[in-house]
T-cell receptor
Framework: GDSVTQMEGPVTLSEEAFLTINCTYT??????LFWYVQYPGEGLQLLLK?????DKGSNKGFEATYRKETTSFHLEKGSVQVSDSAVYFC??????????FGSGTRLLVRP | EAGVTQFPSHSVIEKGQTVTLRCDPISGHDNLYWYRRVMGKEIKFLLHFVKESKQDESGMPNNRFLAERTGGTYSTLKVQPAELEDSGVYFC???????????FGPGTRLTVL
């Protein structure tokens, strides 16, 4: 079945460092891809999404490009802030209502 | 506009007891979903309601879990009797249409001792 694999955390960075969180997927069709973020004490929030190959999703300085050839959707940010500390989840949807998530990556940004 | 709310935020019970989790979706959202994250692993789909009808409960782990959505508004998820492996975070989400963005609640952390 469809699945999502993302790098294990925690990822610890200093403020203003470059961030990459790797995400790869397995799917039989052409899924939509998502990154969700969960800040402490809050629910999951959609951070960005891409619906077809080569699409780039972006929001709040974060970017991810849908790479069909490598089945990847890596999350990047050029300069992280302390306020970016959260758990990040990569997910896919195979054109149904079900979201299939990865195991989450905790990011800790130190001042 | 209020988001998805869940109650309680945290529940600690003993093995064999019963727990009921509640989810209030965003007003007007006919679609309601339950997911859970066990042992810090991936978040997994449990079931999907459209109004008061269960559309898909393929992710429900076993018959100790019962979800209801009477009147098509809030939903409850009952675990009876709870087992140790049921510990985790239970998320609820809602959406206007099944293919539109799902908005998540903060989750209920369930600890079974």
């Amino acid at each position: 079945g469809d699945s999502v694999t993302q790098m294990e955390g925690p990822v610890t960075l200093s403020e203003e460092a470059f961030l990459t969180i790797n995400c790869t997927y397995t799917a039989t069709g052409y899924p939509s891809l998502f990154w969700y973020v969960q800040y402490p004490g809050e629910g999951l929030q959609l951070l960005l999404k891409a619906t077809k190959a080569d699409d780039k999703g972006s929001n709040k300085g974060f970017e991810a490009t849908y790479r069909k050839e490598t089945t990847s959707f890596h999350l990047e940010k050029g300069s992280v802030q302390v306020s970016d500390s959260a758990v990040y989840f990569c997910a896919l949807s195979d054109s149904s209502y079900k979201l299939i998530f990865g195991s989450g990556t905790r990011l800790l940004v130190r001042p | 506009e209020a988001g998805v709310t869940q109650f309680p935020s945290h529940s600690v019970i003993e093995k064999g007891q019963t727990v009921t989790l509640r989810c209030d979706p965003i007003s007007g959202h006919d679609n309601l979903y339950w997911y859970r994250r066990v042992m810090g692993k991936e978040i997994k789909f449990l079931l999907h309601f459209v109004k008061e009808s269960k559309q898909d409960e393929s992710g429900m782990p076993n018959n100790r879990f019962l979800a209801e959505r009477t009147g098509g508004t809030y939903s409850t998820l009952k675990v009876q009797p709870a087992e140790l492996e049921d510990s985790g975070v239970y998320f609820c989400a809602s959406s206007q249409e099944w293919e539109t963005e799902q908005f998540f609640g903060p989750g209920t952390r369930l600890t079974v001792l």
